[in-house]
């Protein structure tokens, strides 16, 4: 009786487990068996390991073979566990030492001629596999560029099995294999986006800036061709740069997406998902493998929803609750799965069906209850989250004109120059939190200790909160907001001005 085991990861959602894979070699009638709650790709995984191994000049032995997936309970999806598999039984049958690939994670995809397959997700896996106390892999020459992303941890690239296994000491002919690859990411080389370009709309400019010092949610309302779009794509050209923590996370979204990378995602994503987008699109899902979505995607970024009250309202309420805590929880019947979802939601709406009410110069179409049905798609809850919510109007001809005879007044420079100082500031007064801006401070931590501000200065929101007008959720991000305005403004706390500006920033479209 021979066993030899070595580790790979299981992936659920953007966490990761260590599954020890075992192999059992037996004198007994022969056969290839595989337990430990394995899907149908992974159960296909035999004969992949048995053709890939014969093909590759290291053939199974012709006897009773028995893999375990450890923990038994774990769900285990995909194809990726094919060369652990495989290192595994030639280990049990001695082609390698055991103690050799004992503690060392092993991961990809077996093809049939014993070459290995890039994988999807390998980024998030060894992240898991580190947090572990892992320090050994090997993955596909295919996935370096992606698996050297990770520090601290000694990367083993190979082409194929019989590369593995002369890796971990085998006595096998060396011969060169022409290593399976993937695609070189696409990069779109787009024209930068300035707010320059934006013409007029003063306060639509100061409302973005403030969400992007603050962090904050953001809703614009208003008639066809007001600049909505324009600006909320303009928005991640003013905020900071990630650091390497929220790059990695950024990236290995991407890598659990199907779009490995070839270095950190440094920017702020911005994803901008079509209004006839499904619930499942948005936050992710699957019936086998659970993908991100687009909410999961945007992390750390922008999350635009252009037109959002034709997006279907259970689509919109979907994101009550990552709103609120900052992931994304994907439930089905045998597996649990967790996405990072700390994005800024932007959202865009016109105030009717016609796109028409409130226009200066053109008459509205709909009805009352036409506006009230169409708006109503937004629910209340949902826009009880959302911090700025402003009234975008139509450009006029001498707001061009202006425009044209003297130089624009805000660039992405100088917004992104106060941004940054106004992050600076906030990263001070929170340098003992784990939070770091202010739109993720608890309302309770601004109520409290040194931070509770004086009865005159919060007298119009505490107004607002007795008549109801205001909730209690609605008078916390009141607050956050008007931190955010004192710093930008370069004040210590915020005055009675701070307040009255986010009180009028919040219900600017009421």
């Known amino acids: 009786m021979m066993v030899a085991k070595t580790l790979s990861v299981a992936l659920l959602g953007a966490t990761g487990a260590l599954v020890e894979v075992e192999a059992h070699i037996a004198d007994a009638i022969p056969g290839f068996q595989l337990i430990g709650l394995p899907d149908t790709a992974l159960s296909d995984s ?20 028995v893999v375990n997936l450890s923990p038994a309970s774990l769900p285990k999806t995909g194809s990726t566990y094919d060369l652990a598999i495989a290192v595994a039984v030639l280990a049990a049958e001695g082609v390698v030492r055991p103690e050799v690939i004992d503690g060392v994670v092993h991961l990809g995809e077996l093809s049939l001629d014993g070459r290995l397959r890039p994988m999807t997700g390998v980024l998030p896996a060894i992240v898991a596999a580190r947090a572990a106390g892992c320090r050994r892999f090997v993955v596909p020459a295919g996935n370096e560029h992606e698996a050297r992303l990770v520090d601290d941890v000694e990367i083993e690239t190979v082409a194929s099995l019989r590369e593995a296994l002369i890796r971990h000491g085998a006595d096998l002919d060396a011969g060169e294999t022409e290593p399976l690859l993937s695609p070189s990411p696409v990069e779109e080389v787009a024209a930068p986006l300035d707010l320059a370009d934006v013409v007029g709309n003063a306060e639509a400019v100061e409302a973005l800036v403030t969400a992007a010092a603050g962090g904050h949610h953001l809703l614009m309302i208003g008639p066809p061709g007001a600049g909505k779009t324009m600006l909320a794509q303009r928005l991640p050209g003013i905020l900071p740069d990630l650091d390497h923590e929220q790059a990695l996370e950024v990236t290995s979204v991407l890598s659990l997406a199907g779009t490995p990378q070839h270095g950190l995602i440094r920017r702020p994503p911005l994803e901008s998902p079509h209004h006839s987008a499904s619930a499942a699109a948005l936050v992710g899902g699957g019936s086998r493998v659970i993908r991100p979505g687009a909410a999961a995607r945007a992390t750390h970024g922008i999350l635009f929803l252009d037109e959002a009250p034709e997006f279907a309202p259970a689509v919109l309420d979907s994101l009550r609750q990552p709103l609120e805590s900052g992931t994304l929880t994907v439930s089905r019947a045998t597996a649990v799965a967790h996405f990072p979802a700390r994005f800024q939601l932007v959202l865009a709406a016109n105030p009717c069906p016609c796109g028409s009410f409130g226009s200066r110069d053109l008459d509205c179409t709909c009805t009352s209850i036409m506006r009230r049905r169409y708006l109503g798609r937004l629910s209340g809850p949902l826009l009880d989250r959302v911090d700025l919510q ?3 109007d139509r450009v006029t001809a001498a707001a061009i004109r202006t425009q044209a005879d003297a130089p624009p007044q805000v660039t992405s420079a100088v917004a992104r120059k106060r941004v940054l100082d106004a992050r600076a500031a906030a990263a001070v007064r929170l340098q003992s939190t784990p939070w770091r801006v202010n739109a993720h401070v608890p309302g309770a931590w601004f109520r409290s200790g040194q931070r509770r501000l004086s009865h005159e200065v919060t007298a119009p929101i505490d107004r607002a ?22 710093d930008l403004d370069g004040v210590e706390r915020p005055g009675l001005d701070h307040i009255g500006r986010a009180h009028m920033l919040r219900r600017a479209v009421a």
């Open 465 to 486: 909160l007795e008549r109801g007008s205001l909730t209690m959720r609605g008078y916390d991000r009141v607050l956050r907001v008007a931190w955010t305005l004192a």
């Open 46 to 65: 035999k004969d992949r390991v048995r053709a890939a191994a014969a093909n590759d000049g290291c053939p199974l032995p012709s006897r009773k073979i």
């Open 390 to 392: 402003l009234r975008v």
